[in-house]
Nanobody, 130 residues
């Protein structure tokens, strides 16, 4: 597998911002889908944002307009910029990668898409207080 290391989580007041980072050691393929998922206590893990090797992004409706996703290929680092944070954004955030498959084949709303992500980071906690 591919090691993924997240950083940047923390506690913030509602309306604040955080930027999460995920660094990998390089993928063995030029076809992949990189992603951020999140999981709140008692809830299913859900897709937040996907980006493919061409830089095309898919953002979940719940965070659209507030979160942005980008990747710096020179640093093998994936970023999730989170603005206008709400208490309901509080969760453990996970970086993930699906190798050999494009994001367009993985609907972000589908829980089955999660099965294609075989590489996961350890997670970073985001807590938003009201």
């Amino acid at each position: 597998g591919v090691d993924l290391v997240e950083s940047g989580g923390g506690s913030v007041r509602a309306g604040g911002s955080l930027r999460l980072s995920c660094t990998d050691a390089g993928y063995p393929t030029n076809t992949y889908c990189s992603a951020w998922f999140r999981q709140a206590p008692g809830k299913e893990r859900e897709g937040v944002a996907f980006i493919d090797n061409a830089g095309a992004t898919t953002i979940a409706d719940s965070v659209k307009g507030r979160f942005g996703l980008s990747k710096d290929n020179t640093k093998n680092t994936l970023y999730l910029q989170m603005n206008s944070l709400k208490p309901e954004d509080s969760a453990m955030y996970y970086c993930a990668a699906a190798l050999g498959i494009q994001c367009e084949l993985l609907p972000i709303r589908s829980s089955r898409s999660r099965e294609y992500f075989g590489n996961w980071g350890q997670g970073t906690q985001v807590t938003v207080s009201s």
